[in-house]
């Protein structure tokens, strides 16, 4: 079997909930130490504003894109990054457990975090949804019981 799956499009709406959620402390910060409409105030809020925008509106969409994960006969291998594209790769026969982890807010729009770990290392692939996590679980565990020659009620 060989599956391509990328992040789903809710996760973008997780990553800039925690975006927001971590700008709200040095926007507070900023007006509460800085005399409003200073130079200074204006300085550090354009430049945050500036950051905040350039995350929201085109890094964690272009990041989202990049990530995939492709299943082939033996492997599984993630694909992500930007500016550094990382592929790293497990074999299928030699994974010990999977996870499927989710925060609150993943919860709420139907997401996951899957987590494939091995001796060698561990694969994180975030913002696959509930069907597409069970769906690569199956086709792990039939890759396994085919590498194996296990076949029907035997495993």
């Not at 709406?13 to 040095?26: F, S, Y």
């Not at 989202?64 to 033996?74: C, H, P, T």
Request: charge should be positive; proline fraction near 4%.
């Amino acid at each position: 079997m060989h599956a391509v799956l990328g992040a789903h499009a809710r996760l973008l709406w997780v990553w800039r909930i925690l975006l927001t959620l971590a700008a709200l402390p040095l926007a507070f910060l900023t007006s509460f130490f800085l005399t409003p409409l200073s130079t200074l105030w204006w300085v550090l809020t354009g430049a945050l504003a500036a950051v905040y925008l350039f995350f929201f509106l085109i890094y964690l969409p272009i990041r989202r894109r990049a990530i995939f994960l492709l299943l082939n006969d033996q492997n599984l291998v993630l694909s992500e990054g930007v500016f550094n594209v990382v592929e790293r790769s497990l074999p299928i026969a030699g994974i010990q457990y999977i996870r499927v982890r989710a925060t609150p807010i993943h919860r709420r729009l139907g997401l996951s975090t899957f987590v494939v770990v091995c001796a060698g290392g561990k694969l994180e692939m975030p913002g696959l949804g509930h069907k597409e996590v069970d769906k690569l679980i199956k086709a792990i565990f039939g890759q396994m019981r085919k590498d194996r020659g296990v076949t029907g009620h035997e495993a």
